[in-house]
């Protein structure tokens, strides 16, 4: 299969967000191999809280759809518009990335297979450390796509219109969506994700102090 690879660390740097997809079906043998990587991940007292909603159905992804191109309309648009490149991004490579998200936004519901990343609070309260008991398996999720050769992404847009969004996917009382990741045969190849310097992030000791092993 296309750009498929099997080395760890060549998967972790070209794991780039691939928003253009291709409408062609995925197989469910490598759906599955997906959501195995998933189940793999760290959780918070391996509690294993998440759920997982795999949809296919056209029209519950239109109705989610709908919300997500407000949300890009109101939110997304004017800011990618309104800053500058992050680390590591040139202007040029900023601008075929919203133009990228743009794509995404209008054929999101084209994408054959998402899976969307939810937790089971029953009657607790999402905290803030929540998502330590699903983003690490989002994570495993995307490089296994990688893995595979397919594209996918990490995207939490919805939930500006949580509610609305939970609703039109039918969870019920209690379960929670954390991120959606649609996913399919990507146009295009991957190649290296634009991050800055680890110079630019990392401290030792004491904030502000660069790390020493990466002066």
Same mark, same amino acid.
């Given at each position: 299969?296309?750009? /498929?690879?099997t080395d760890?660390?060549?998967?972790?740097?070209?794991? %780039?967000?691939?928003? %253009?997809?291709?409408?062609?079906?995925?197989?469910?043998?490598?759906?599955?191999?997906?959501?195995?990587?998933?189940?793999?991940?760290a959780?918070?007292?391996?509690?294993?809280?998440?759920?997982f909603?795999?949809?296919?159905?056209?029209?519950?992804?239109?109705? *989610?759809?709908?919300?997500?191109?407000?949300?890009?309309d109101?939110?997304?648009?004017?800011?990618y518009?309104? /800053?500058?490149?992050?680390? !590591?991004?040139?202007p040029?490579?900023?601008?075929?990335?919203?133009?990228?998200?743009?794509?995404?936004?209008?054929?999101?519901?084209?994408?054959?297979v998402?899976?969307?990343?939810?937790?089971?609070?029953?009657? /607790?309260?999402?905290?803030?450390?929540?998502?330590? /008991?699903?983003y690490?398996?989002?994570q495993?999720?995307?490089?296994?796509?990688?893995?595979?050769?397919?594209?996918?992404?990490?995207t939490?847009r919805?939930?500006?219109?949580e509610?609305?969004?939970?609703?039109?996917?039918?969870?019920?009382?209690? *379960?929670?969506?954390?991120?959606?990741?649609?996913? !399919?045969?990507?146009? !295009?190849?991957?190649?290296? *994700?634009?991050?800055?310097?680890?110079?630019?992030?990392?401290?030792?000791?004491?904030?502000g102090?660069?790390?020493?092993? *990466?002066?």
């Open positions: 299969m296309a750009d /498929s690879s760890i660390f060549d998967i972790l740097h070209t794991t %780039r967000a691939m928003r %253009r997809l291709k409408p062609d079906p995925v197989p469910d043998e490598l759906v599955r191999k997906i959501l195995e990587a998933g189940i793999a991940a959780n918070g007292g391996n509690r294993q809280t998440w759920r909603l795999v949809l296919k159905d056209r029209t519950i992804k239109e109705r *989610v759809q709908h919300f997500y191109k407000r949300a890009f109101e939110v997304v648009g004017p800011r518009r309104n /800053s500058a490149p992050p680390p !590591g991004v040139t040029e490579r900023y601008l075929r990335q919203h133009a990228a998200v743009e794509y995404l936004t209008d054929h999101f519901h084209e994408a054959p998402w899976i969307v990343a939810c937790i089971d609070e029953g009657t /607790s309260t999402p905290t803030r450390s929540s998502g330590a /008991s699903i690490p398996a989002v495993n999720m995307l490089l296994a796509a990688r893995a595979l050769g397919l594209g996918a992404t990490l939490t919805h939930l500006l219109y509610a609305e969004v939970e609703v039109a996917m039918g969870l019920p009382p209690g *379960v929670h969506s954390y991120a959606i990741l649609p996913i !399919g045969y990507p146009i !295009g190849r991957f190649g290296p *994700v634009g991050r800055g310097s680890l110079t630019d992030f990392v401290y030792e000791d004491r904030w102090k660069t790390y020493s092993a *990466v002066k």
